[in-house]
């Protein structure tokens, strides 16, 4: 379930996309805290700052998740998939992650395109 993370060409089943998603969204909550303990320690941190910086965080991750397994899985072409790609930031950017990240999980299932066109 927690196998090849971080191998964006992996082919996943349905639970191995689960343990993705979740994984990423540990990694993000805890990336996001310790921003947030580094703010609180250098006495910059304020509810309106956090709030911009954990959806500017929590955004690029989605989308950059999405990128590479496009370009992992020769998919940058399409434009179907560059969509989702978009949704997945547009989603993070409205829910913080929770949502954003189903899609790139969603993408880990899709199977490699062969041509290199």
């Known amino acids: 379930m927690f196998k090849n993370l ?3 060409d992996h082919q996943r089943n349905k ?25 609180i320690q250098l006495s910059l941190f304020s509810l309106e700052a ?3 910086i954990g959806s500017i965080l929590s955004t ?11 370009k ?3 998919l940058t072409k399409n434009v179907n998939y560059l969509s989702l790609s978009l949704l997945s930031g547009l989603l993070a950017l409205s829910s913080w992650t929770i ?3 189903m899609i790139p999980a969603y993408l880990t299932t899709v199977k490699k395109n062969k041509s290199n066109s």
């Open 50 to 52: 956090w709030v911009k």
């Open 15 to 39: 639970k191995e996309a689960v343990g993705f998603y979740i994984s990423y969204l540990v990694f993000i909550v805890l990336l996001g805290a310790t921003i947030q303990a580094v703010l």
């Open 72 to 74: 992992a899985r020769n």
């Open 60 to 70: 690029s991750i989605c989308i950059f998740l999405s990128y590479k397994i496009l």
């Open 6 to 8: 971080t191998n964006f």
């Open 99 to 101: 949502f954003g990240l």
